[in-house]
């Protein structure tokens, strides 16, 4: 149990959990100011991503995501670009965002780090062929299904796999200090409030993946 800090609103602490999340992910990606990095993903865990990574120095982000409204938030918190994620040829955009890097084997952009927030499997083959020859992908979004990679892309490639699970209390404080602070904006990320009484109705909000990030729920009307 954490005590919420001075100054932090009760709404701003129910995005708590997923800053957290986002927190251990950037730590576990080693991510570092002057590299760039794509988000994939960007409900309220990969928003938060976005936003540590911007606090934490990290200027060439990358949002990926099929919602326009999702996409133009990223921008607003501090994406240097986007990508639809709809279109079916991520690769080729990154590498038309950055610029292509070869290694002895497979052409790929120049991404430094990919941090996968949406287990989206139509677009894992895309995340390995496009991370740079000795680059970082970190796994945060939870998959429907098991699915398969191509282990030559990895092994050619020199790639760094990565889980990333939940948080730490470290990452906790972390978090907790940066919405503090004002090096984050969560309050940005709430897209709906529901009254108790219409609590069906926010799950059908969050559902929404056009149009929702994330959804509050209170006393009132």
Do not use: W
Not at 114 to 124: D, N, P, S, T
Not at 138 to 160: A, M
């Amino acid at each position: 149990m954490f005590a919420i800090p001075e100054g932090v609103t009760l709404e701003e602490a129910c995005l708590l959990e997923p800053l957290s999340v986002g927190m251990r992910a950037v730590a576990l990606s080693g991510a570092t100011a002057g590299q760039t990095v794509a988000v994939v993903g960007l409900g309220a865990i990969g928003q938060c991503v976005v936003q540590v990574l911007r606090a934490q120095g990290v200027t060439g982000i990358i949002a990926v995501d099929r919602s326009t409204m999702r996409l133009q938030r990223a921008l607003e918190s501090g994406a240097s670009a986007t990508v639809d994620g709809s279109n079916g040829n991520l690769t080729d955009e990154l590498i038309a965002l950055t610029h292509a890097t070869v290694s002895p084997f497979q052409e790929a952009s120049d991404v430094d780090v990919v941090i996968e927030c949406a287990g989206a499997v139509g677009l894992l083959p895309a995340v390995l062929r496009a991370t740079k020859a000795g680059g970082s992908v970190v796994f945060v979004g939870l998959f429907s299904r098991p699915v398969e990679i191509d282990i030559n892309t990895v092994v050619q490639k020199e790639l760094r796999l990565c889980g990333s699970f939940a948080y730490t209390v470290a990452d906790v404080k972390n978090a907790f200090e940066l919405i503090a602070t004002g090096r984050v904006d969560m309050a940005s990320l709430i897209t709906h409030r529901r009254p108790l009484d219409e609590l069906g109705a926010a799950f059908d909000d969050q559902l929404d993946g056009e149009s929702s990030i994330k959804v509050v729920v209170g006393p009132g009307s």
